[in-house]
């Protein structure tokens, strides 16, 4: 019997990507474990394994295919003994039967003119099917059961499943009764994701056209979103929507961070490779920073949480996103359990992880959920700037360069110098004195720096 290879799921999140490169081709044989194709999430580039033991009958989808769902059929598998013309044949029987099935209640919808849309005849139930039954709108919570392709269609005609009519078992809505909807011009206009998890509707800004008309033709080329820009343009969005943000600001000075980061990578020890001896690690202020951000989590357990609609989330451990720039992108990879590692393993983590987002190759548990983010600009001479809070995480903080300034110690003035660290907060569960609680609590370590050494 043939076998159907179907897109993967490779994070819970997904629901499409795009097939980048087949490994194999028709005719080849393969076994669980072997790694047939690459798919391109909006994150990462991933390797994707056979399943069962055969040889390639057809591939369905071809390498270079953008935009396909999660779940649809991209190539057949022939089974042991099986011949591989017939397999190619007969695979994706299946969903081909499923959309035959949904298809035929209503042959006359289907082919009846616009103009005479709303004369369409109404669908017969067979004895076999029960009585049609409408569903329960989804902002009561309740589930409109619904075929894939029926979702699939009322998604693109814009129609709100709960007020389509359905025709199917159990009064489950199917194809032809989205089409009936559409013709007639019945069904409400679906309201946005976010409406629908109770979070308030995004909003919307000018029309492509209304913004392209402000300038003279000629005077642009459009680059076209990858999956990547999509993402992180509708989480941003989401993010400063729905999140009641606060900011609190603190001077740090980083004059002894800076010796002891010095001192360490002094006397850092040497490990021989092929292109000769190099230190075994070289530490970063980065790397201090991230540690001290891990550490105020620790002593401030309150403020390592995260918001759901019905309880916090208090995290046992204090999982740093470090923000990562990728061309035309960014990318936040995960070091987890920070505050239990030591600063030589956070930054030969930190590099590692820095670049294989680079690559693409970064496996979805390695970007997706943290506790909090670190977003440093100061490399680029930027002393202070706000960020935007990457959601579920509830806090983030973002630094500046280290500029020497005027500093008042024991009455006298001297030169120092000083670091902002600006931290983005959720009102809804990191409070005010909470917010600067943890806040006093990561300059302290990041003014007196040996204290993360033990």
């Not at 009846?112 to 099917?129: G, I, L, R, W, Y």
């Not at 989401?238 to 609190?248: A, D, G, H, K, R």
């Not at 579920?392 to 008042?408: D, F, L, T």
Request: hydrophobic fraction near 45%; charged fraction near 25%.
């Amino acid at each position: 019997m043939p076998i159907n290879i179907t897109m993967p799921a490779l994070s819970p999140t997904m629901e499409e990507g795009n097939l980048s490169k087949w490994l194999v081709k028709e005719g080849d044989k393969v076994a669980p474990g072997d790694v047939i194709a690459e798919i391109e999430t909006d994150k990462a580039t991933m390797e994707v394994e056979a399943v069962d033991e055969g040889t390639v009958a057809k591939i369905v989808v071809p390498a270079g295919t953008e935009a396909v769902k999660v779940n649809a059929l991209i190539a057949i598998l022939a089974g042991e003994g099986e011949d591989v013309k017939a397999a190619a044949a007969g695979g994706g029987d299946a969903p081909k039967a499923e959309a035959k099935a949904e298809a035929a209640p209503a042959p006359k919808a289907e082919a009846a003119p616009a103009e005479k849309a709303s004369e369409a005849p109404k669908v017969p139930v067979t004895d076999a099917a029960p009585a049609p039954s409408t569903p329960a709108p989804t902002a009561d919570g309740k589930r409109v059961f619904s075929s894939p392709l029926a979702r699939r269609l009322a998604k693109e005609a814009g129609l709100e499943l709960s007020a389509v009519t359905g025709s199917g078992p159990h009064g489950r809505v199917v194809k032809a009764d989205v089409e009936k909807a559409v013709a007639s011009g019945t069904g409400k206009a679906a309201p946005a994701a976010a409406a629908q998890a109770g979070a308030p509707a995004l909003a919307k800004g000018p029309s492509d056209d209304a913004v392209l008309k402000l300038f003279p033709e000629g005077s642009y080329e459009l680059l076209p979103h990858d999956g990547m820009r999509k993402t992180i343009a509708s989480r941003l969005t989401e993010s400063s929507q729905t999140v009641p943000s606060y900011f609190i600001s603190m001077d740090c000075e980083i004059d002894a961070l800076l010796k002891l980061r010095a001192d360490i990578n002094k006397s850092a020890p040497v490990k021989k490779t092929e292109k000769g001896e190099i230190p075994a690690f070289k530490l970063s202020v980065n790397d201090f920073i991230i540690k001290a951000m891990a550490l105020a989590l620790r002593d401030v357990p309150m403020a390592n949480a995260s918001w759901t609609s019905t309880a916090r989330v208090l995290h046992k451990h204090a999982d740093v996103g470090v923000a990562v720039a990728i061309p035309d992108g960014l990318i936040t990879p995960i070091v987890r359990k920070a505050e239990e590692k030591a600063l030589s393993v956070i930054s030969n983590e930190v590099k590692d992880i820095a670049k294989r987002a680079r690559d693409k190759k970064l496996k979805p548990e390695e970007y997706q959920g943290g506790t909090t983010s670190v977003s440093n600009l100061g490399m680029f001479g930027v002393s202070n700037f706000t960020s935007i809070i990457n959601l579920p995480q509830a806090s983030i903080v973002s630094i500046g360069a280290g500029v020497e300034k005027p500093v008042v110690k024991n009455g006298e003035i001297k030169v120092g110098t000083v670091m902002t660290a600006t931290f983005a907060f959720d009102h809804r569960v990191i409070d005010g004195a909470l917010g600067a609680e943890l806040a006093s609590a990561f300059k302290r370590y990041i003014e007196n720096p040996m204290a993360m050494l033990v």
